[in-house]
């Protein structure tokens, strides 16, 4: 193993799992996020003065550290719980917001054991298989929580720090494991678990450290200025909302069949972005790489709209490959890359425009297997960003990646003239 290839492996300090515990970056988190210090690292270079974007804003990794620099943060996601979540970290909190979301929460505490008293006949999310998720006491003290949030009367800002506080008591009271690059469900040993199932208000001890937290991060102030907006990465809309950037720094959803729908449903369901299964899969249809519920199923009558890309001849080489040994769901998957691909052209396209001239786009994504055939989605964006005008276009590794020998993820650059 070269000493290159080493650090590459080593390098898991550019992983989401750095960002928990780094002030306002640790408030949510999300497992295909990249960090802080990656986004940091190339954020520093810049200006004060500068702008920064990102058209796929996540948990607004980019914006919060382009506004902890001193510069103007802006992303987009067509996710609007991410939309809402981002604007809450990059937000400024007055004192006055801060008291009143102190005094609610006493006020939520004080209501607590009432509520969890009645528990049964208060509104619970219709999340399938809840059961799964939350032990039924546990789940008795979430809604008791739920219920007496949704009382609160205070500032709209101080409500969202709350509940995010919430869903963070959601997911650290559940039974979801993040063991692996996506979550799954961990087996529960009862004598061992962190809430007892019996002791629902042990739920409330636990929303009141997480918002303590929260409030205290809330409480630092931000030299710069962020927002995030509700849209499409392949339109880019909101031009009015939108100023033109020095770095459009991102990290797109890898080609990789990850929705991050799958994790983020439990916070959605409880904030009511979710009402029901099929609105995920009506979102999920609208992202980049999204594959949950109905989106699946609409791959199946999913055709390119007119005009070629610069990579079709690789890319029907290895959608011909993955149709040939991926058995009944070659096809869905073959379409799948290729939906992928023609969606990220549409975003080059529109995204050189929001350059300004002299600057830098760096995109860090992740190459893929399918059936033990390679995706080399750096190399294509490269392909494709030289299409729609950038300059300078270099692809740089950053790390070997932990769930298969031949993935890494990659730094794809280029400029604007």
């Given at each position: 193993?070269?000493?290159?290839?080493?650090?590459?492996?080593?390098?898991?300090?550019?992983?989401?799992?750095?960002?928990?515990?780094?002030?306002?970056?640790?408030?949510?988190?999300?497992?295909?996020?990249?960090?802080?210090?990656?986004?940091?690292?190339?954020?520093?270079?810049?200006?004060?003065d500068?702008?920064?974007?990102?058209?796929?804003?996540?948990?607004?990794?980019?914006?919060?550290?382009?506004?902890?620099?001193?510069?103007?943060?802006?992303?987009?996601?067509?996710?609007?719980?991410?939309?809402?979540?981002?604007?809450?970290?990059?937000?400024?909190?007055?004192?006055?917001?801060?008291?009143?979301?102190?005094?609610?929460?006493?006020?939520?505490?004080?209501?607590?054991?009432?509520?969890?008293?009645?528990?049964?006949?208060?509104?619970?999310?219709?999340?399938?298989?809840?059961?799964?998720?939350?032990?039924?006491?546990t789940?008795?003290?979430?809604k008791?929580?739920?219920?007496?949030?949704?009382?609160?009367e205070?500032?709209?800002?101080?409500?969202?720090?709350?509940?995010?506080?919430?869903c963070?008591?959601?997911?650290?009271?559940?039974?979801?494991?993040?063991?692996?690059?996506?979550?799954?469900?961990?087996?529960?040993?009862?004598?061992?678990?962190?809430?007892?199932?019996?002791?629902a208000p042990?739920?409330?001890?636990?929303?009141?450290?997480?918002?303590?937290?929260?409030?205290?991060?809330?409480?630092?102030?931000?030299?710069?200025?962020?927002?995030?907006?509700?849209?499409?990465?392949?339109?880019?809309?909101?031009?009015?909302?939108?100023?033109?950037?020095?770095?459009?720094?991102?990290?797109?959803?890898y080609?990789?069949?990850?929705?991050?729908?799958?994790?983020?449903?439990?916070y959605?369901?409880?904030?009511?972005?979710?009402?029901?299964a099929?609105?995920?899969?009506?979102?999920?249809?609208?992202?980049?790489?999204?594959?949950?519920?109905?989106?699946?199923?609409?791959?199946?009558?999913?055709s390119?709209?007119?005009?070629?890309?610069?990579?079709?001849?690789?890319?029907?080489?290895?959608?011909?490959?993955?149709?040939?040994?991926?058995?009944?769901?070659?096809?869905?998957?073959s379409?799948?890359?290729?939906?992928?691909?023609?969606?990220?052209?549409?975003?080059?396209?529109?995204?050189f425009?929001?350059?300004?001239n002299?600057?830098?786009?760096?995109?860090?994504?992740?190459?893929?297997?399918?059936?033990?055939?390679?995706?080399?989605?750096?190399?294509?964006?490269?392909?494709?960003?030289?299409?729609?005008?950038?300059?300078?276009v270099?692809?740089?590794?950053?790390?070997?990646?932990?769930?298969?020998?031949?993935?890494?993820?990659?730094?794809?650059?280029?400029?604007?003239?």
């Amino acid at each position: 193993m070269t000493e290159q290839r080493g650090l590459q492996r080593r390098n898991a300090h550019l992983t989401h799992k750095a960002n928990m515990g780094v002030g306002r970056h640790g408030w949510l988190r999300l497992t295909p996020a990249y960090s802080v210090r990656l986004v940091r690292d190339r954020v520093q270079e810049l200006p004060p003065d500068a702008v920064v974007s990102d058209p796929f804003s996540g948990t607004g990794t980019t914006t919060l550290a382009a506004v902890e620099h001193g510069c103007t943060g802006q992303s987009l996601d067509v996710n609007p719980f991410l939309v809402w979540l981002g604007n809450a970290k990059v937000r400024h909190y007055s004192e006055d917001v801060l008291a009143a979301a102190a005094d609610a929460l006493a006020g939520v505490l004080a209501d607590f054991n009432d509520a969890a008293a009645a528990a049964d006949g208060l509104w619970e999310p219709r999340l399938h298989k809840i059961e799964r998720w939350w032990p039924e006491r546990t789940l008795a003290g979430l809604k008791a929580l739920r219920h007496a949030l949704d009382l609160m009367e205070i500032p709209q800002e101080g409500r969202d720090l709350l509940d995010l506080a919430f869903c963070r008591t959601v997911i650290g009271t559940s039974n979801a494991a993040f063991n692996h690059q996506s979550m799954s469900f961990k087996k529960v040993d009862e004598s061992e678990a962190l809430l007892a199932a019996d002791r629902a208000p042990e739920t409330a001890l636990y929303f009141r450290k997480e918002a303590r937290d929260i409030l205290a991060g809330a409480a630092v102030g931000l030299p710069g200025s962020g927002t995030v907006i509700l849209s499409d990465s392949r339109a880019m809309e909101s031009p009015e909302s939108l100023k033109p950037c020095d770095l459009l720094l991102t990290s797109p959803p890898y080609v990789n069949r990850m929705s991050y729908i799958r994790e983020l449903r439990p916070y959605m369901y409880w904030l009511r972005f979710l009402d029901q299964a099929s609105d995920a899969g009506e979102l999920d249809w609208k992202a980049i790489g999204g594959t949950w519920g109905i989106a699946t199923s609409r791959l199946n009558d999913w055709s390119p709209d007119a005009g070629s890309l610069p990579i079709d001849g690789e890319l029907k080489e290895v959608r011909a490959l993955i149709e040939r040994d991926g058995g009944k769901n070659g096809p869905l998957l073959s379409a799948y890359v290729a939906k992928y691909f023609h969606d990220m052209r549409s975003h080059f396209e529109v995204a050189f425009k929001h350059i300004k001239n002299g600057g830098r786009a760096s995109y860090i994504v992740g190459n893929s297997t399918f059936y033990g055939h390679l995706v080399p989605a750096e190399q294509w964006y490269a392909t494709m960003m030289r299409e729609v005008g950038f300059t300078d276009v270099k692809v740089t590794t950053i790390r070997k990646r932990n769930s298969n020998k031949a993935l890494y993820e990659y730094d794809v650059t280029g400029r604007r003239p």
